[in-house]
Structures are given as C-alpha cells and as structure tokens.
C-alpha cells in the first residue's frame, strides 16, 4: 500500500471534481473558485474551508456539505470508507499506544481502531500513503485507512494525547500510592503517599472530563473504584456509556480534586457526603454540578449529576407538552390557592417541570419559595431553601417557616410523610398555591397515595387542584428514523381503551453515528394531566376506589400516560417500542 507519489488534496482539484459529480451548482461553483483563505487560515485543509462556506449539495437530497457530508462524497469517489469519529468508541489508552503523537501529527492521522491484527487509521488524505509501510512495520498490524474530517482528526488528536500523558504522568508521579482505599487495603493506608490532587496532570485530567461530557450532553458523570482500575462512565439519554479506564491511583486523585473543588471534607471516605460545583462548558454557559460521594468496597464513588441551565428557559411544548395538555397544566398552576402534585419515578423530570413552572409564574409581583432537597438548580428569581436533617429542619418544619414568610407560591421538594402532607395542605387552604412531588406511578394513585399517608378525604377534596403523572421518552434520531408500516395489534395495546385510528406508518429507530448506533437523540416528556373536577370529587372518599376514578377522570378528557407517548409516535417523535418500555400499563376494568 506503499505509495512514492503522494498527493495532497488542493481546493482547485476538490472544486473540479466537485463540478463533475454535480456537488455544487453552477453559482456555487463560480462562488468557490473565488475562495481566499483569510488570516489564520493558511494551514487549513481545504475540505475544512469548503465546509465553512455552507454550500448546500446540488443533488436532489440537498444537505449542506458539512466536512462529514464532504468525506463521504471523497470516500465513495476513492473507494475507502467514510468514518465519523465516535469518541465513545475508541478506546483511547490503546490507540494512543500504538503510534506516537509526533507521528500522527506529523502525517495528520489518528488510529481509530486497534484488534490483534489491524490497526485502522483515519486520515484526511486519501492519496497519501507514504507513512503506512512505516506503521506496519512498528505496530506488526496491517493498516486499514479510512476518511474522516480533518478538523475531528485535528481536535481528536490532541485531546487523546494530552489526555493519555496527563493519565501517565499522574501514574508516574505516584507510582508509590496505595492502589485504593479499599477494606482490603486498609492497614496500607499510613504508608501510602497520597496523591496530589492539585498535581497539574490530575487538573487537566478533571477539566477534559468535565468539558468532554458537557460536549457528549451527559446528564451523569460515574467515577467508580474497581481493584486495579477507576471506571468513568457517561450517561446520555437516560443510558450508560463506558468513557475510560484510570489507573486506580489516578482515579483516586481525580475523586480528591473533584471533592476540593466541591468544597467536601477529602480526609472523611467512610461517609457519603454530597455538594454542588459550578462549571463552564465550551460556549461559556454556567453549569451546576450536583456531587455525591459513597463508600464502596474498592474505596469512594462519585456522581455528578449535570443540571443544564437551558433547562429553565425551555418552553412547555419544547418539554414535550401537547396543546391539550399545556392547557390543563396551566389551568391548575394559575390558580392563587390550591396544591398540585407532579408524581412519577426518580429520573422521570419532575424537577425539571416545576422550575419551569415556577420561573413562569414568578413575577415581581409574587414571592415564590421553595423547601428542597437538595436544591437541584440555584435559580436567582426565587428563594430556595435546603433540607438539613442534622439541624432539624424537615420539609414540615421548612415549610413551616416558608410560611411566615409571606409566600404567594411555595414549592415542596416532595411529601414524604404525613406532616409535611398536613403543613402542605394547611398552607393549600390559608391562601398559598403549593406544588410538590410524589412518587406514584399514576395520576389517579396520587390520591390513594396521600390517604395512605394518613390525609383525611375531605382534606385532599378541599386542598388537591390536579395532579400530573409524567416520564421522559428518548426522542427520535431525525438523521437516520426510518418510516414502516404499523403494527396494528401493537398500536391497540398502546392506545386501549381509546378506539385511536391506526396511523399507516410510523417511524422506527435505525441507529446512525450521530446517535451511536441506539436511534434516539435526546428526550422529552409524556404526561398525564388529571385536575380535580366536580364530577371527581365524590369520588375523593374514605373508600377511594382508584379505578372508578381513573375511568371518571378519562371521560372527562384526561390522557394516559401511553396515550400521550401514542401521540407523539404518530408525529414520528419516538416508536411504540420506547412507549411500551417507559409507559406503564394502566389497569382498566370492564
């Protein structure tokens, strides 16, 4: 695969190509030859100056060509494969190994993939091959190139290596540590040097896993203790993805810097702890992490939990709300006095709904405040207040002090017990509008639920204005969905007892590179709205019959959560798949 005549691509041979393949119309054309490289783009490659110039492909599919659109177009013409570089793929310890950083940047490459026997390299170059005989011949793997975009190759590049030096710099510097604060390492502990949590190579290993997951939209970053090794994990789209393997030292330096810069008691490791930090992502937007620690066999654990900041200034539609049910929910939130309850799972976007709900309703003219715990996102427009259990403040009795605060809008983390349901419900009744949390499966069990908690009947009557049930379906990929006709048994499973028309297609999941093989990009919300009406309100009794109220609530338009989802899989948002799976069977009688 030699080759003593090696070519670098030129802008004026991509353009003449470019116009015999029909890439570009006759406008663009004339507009590219014109091109002038500006200062500061001298050493760029010219696939990257062409993607800059946004023009859109001439053929009938018409996207714009985009660096990746560009490779794909060069690959098919030279016969390689196109190769979009998936971070979360590449096992980055391994491809940093097995050539060194000046000679992939000497020849502008990156290896993608390593096996036993081949080694596949991505580069931007189709007709240089010069430096694979070398390669060959060091790695003992047969090289298999593939064309990928030279910015991803550029900016891949660089954090791999730096990312690798920085992991065998800090090994290196305290090769002398004990493996872990593990129970079977115990009595090691004195003579153990401690790793240096400020050491530069620990700061910069902290700084590209921050950066790194703010760039892969992760909503958790996992940093967990095994016997040789610290794993890190990701979780994107309510799933895990494995990120990294750190030398177990390393790790535990990494866990010590992350727990000064949350300001948590470092020497204490037999105890969870919990904190917050703020961070900055690429674009300079603030984020808050939520840190919590716990104490494993293999030493500490830590999550972070990222709160995007977007979050409160998303709208109800953009959350997921259909019109209908926008309406209901804004119906019960206007009210001046009254409690609503948001119920659903851990994870499902309770919190979510009420910052938004209350960064709208909380006007200069209002006094909002919230008892939580923890206090998930600091917003400025409203008071927040945390649980402390080690002092005694409980949500009842952080309720109680809210109360003498002259609210309008109280917000109660969750009722958990039965007096922080009876100080809410006092609150409900003395003028307040209350929103709070419950974990119920359902709407209707809500009320089940807080009788269970010991609340009389006629207290939930005269104080509950509706509940909401909600959870958080993975929307989607729009690169690669793909449209199949519907399952009709599928689709009446979903949708019963309504008699909904069977739509003659619906969208399914493919799974491209941009969404890493699962189909889906990003989630939004299903949500059943149930307010209390007069015709529910008999029904609100000693003996609350659950069912009779479920059937009472949908006759008078409430939506089952899988109705909801059905909704959005006929706007070719989600599948019937990912509703099933998230959704729960709502129990019907005859």
Known sequence: MQSSADRQLSLTGLLEDMRRDKLLSPNDYEQALGIRRQSGEASLHPLTLLARQNFHDARPNGKTLTEDALCEWLAGRVGMTACQIDPLEIDVPLVTDVMSYAFAER??????????????????????????????????????????????IERYRVEFYQLANSVSRARGDHAGASAVQNLETMLELGKAKAPDANDEHIVNIVDWLLQYAFDQRASDIHLEPRREVAHVRFRIDGVLHNVYELPAQVGTAVLARIKSLGRMNIAEKRKPQDS????????????????????????????MRIFDPQVLVRSFSELGFGKEDQRRWQQMVSNNHGIVFVTGPTGSGKTTTLYSTLKQLATTDVNVCSIEDPIEMVEASFNQMQVHPGIDLTFASGVRALLRQDPDIIMVGEVRDLETAEIAVQAALTGHLVLSTLHTNDAPSAFTRL?????????????????????????????????????EAVWKQLTAPWLVKTPEQVYTAVGCLECRGTGYMGRMGIYEVMPMTEALEPLVNEQTDQQKLRQAAMKEGMHSLRLSGAHKVAAGLTTMEEVMRVAPLARHSS
Not at 459 to 468: N, P, W
């Open 107 to 152: 020849h502008r490459i990156l290896a993608v993939r390593v096996t036993s026997d081949e080694l596949v390299v991505a580069t931007a170059e189709p007709d240089v091959a010069s430096w694979v005989g070398d390669l060959e011949h060091v790695s003992r793997r047969t090289i298999r190139r593939v064309l990928a975009a030279p910015s991803s």
């Open 276 to 303: 917050r930090l703020k961070s900055k992502t690429p674009s300079g937007q603030e984020v808050e992490l939520r840190l919590s620690t716990l104490p494993t066999a293999f030493g500490e654990k830590l999550v």
């Open 451 to 487: 009788q269970e908690l010991g609340l009389p009947a006629y207290l939930i009557r005269s104080s509950v204005l509706g509940v909401m049930a909600q959870r958080l379906i993975r929307s989607l990929c729009p690169h690669c969905k793909k449209k199949q006709p519907t399952d």
